[in-house]
């Protein structure tokens, strides 16, 4: 996820993955750097984007909400200097609010600005937004939900939601 990794894969004619789902920075002007000095190869003959999104649906947008605060208290604490196992979430998701200062919130939101949280319409809109914006060609969809259930009916519901 740099513009280094974005020439080398376009001299050398490979896809290209970018994590855009923790490191969204450099995002634009990665894909435009790839696009535009990609050389096609042997094993590709056009370029390939492939860029990864947080996805977290559930029945409802608070619900949602309230998963993804796993993935926020995950990243503060890394922030912290205290990585660890992947914390339970909080009550709601406006107790993220009292889980970090504001500068740690705006870090969080910054860093995980890249992301779809919901419920499966909600979900929908916002993945078609990334999508129609970025224009990749292959998502890659991550989900850090603490409860392993909770998680795999996420990427169920988000599946029926983007076919729908």
Not at 20 to 25: E, G, I, L, N, V
Not at 57 to 67: G, I, K, N, S, V
Not at 126 to 153: G, S
């Amino acid at each position: 996820s740099s513009l280094f990794g974005a020439r080398l894969a376009a001299a050398l004619g490979l896809p290209y993955a970018f994590a855009s789902h923790f490191a969204p920075d450099a995002l634009d002007q990665a894909l435009a750097v790839y696009h535009r000095e990609f050389k096609p190869s042997a094993r590709l003959a056009r370029p390939h984007a492939m860029l990864a999104l947080n996805v977290v649906t559930a029945d409802t947008d608070e619900e949602a909400a309230r998963l993804f605060t796993t993935q926020q208290q995950a990243f503060v604490n890394l922030r912290r200097g205290r990585p660890g196992l992947v914390p339970p979430p909080l009550a709601s998701a406006a107790a993220i609010n009292d889980y970090c200062t504001p500068a740690e919130k705006h870090m969080i939101d910054s860093t995980l600005a890249c992301r779809a949280v919901g419920s499966p319409a909600t979900v929908r809109a916002q993945m078609q937004a990334f999508v129609e914006r970025h224009r990749p060609d292959e998502l890659i969809l991550t989900a850090n939900i603490f409860d392993h259930a909770a998680r795999v009916r996420s990427f169920e519901l988000t599946m029926d939601a983007w076919t729908a």
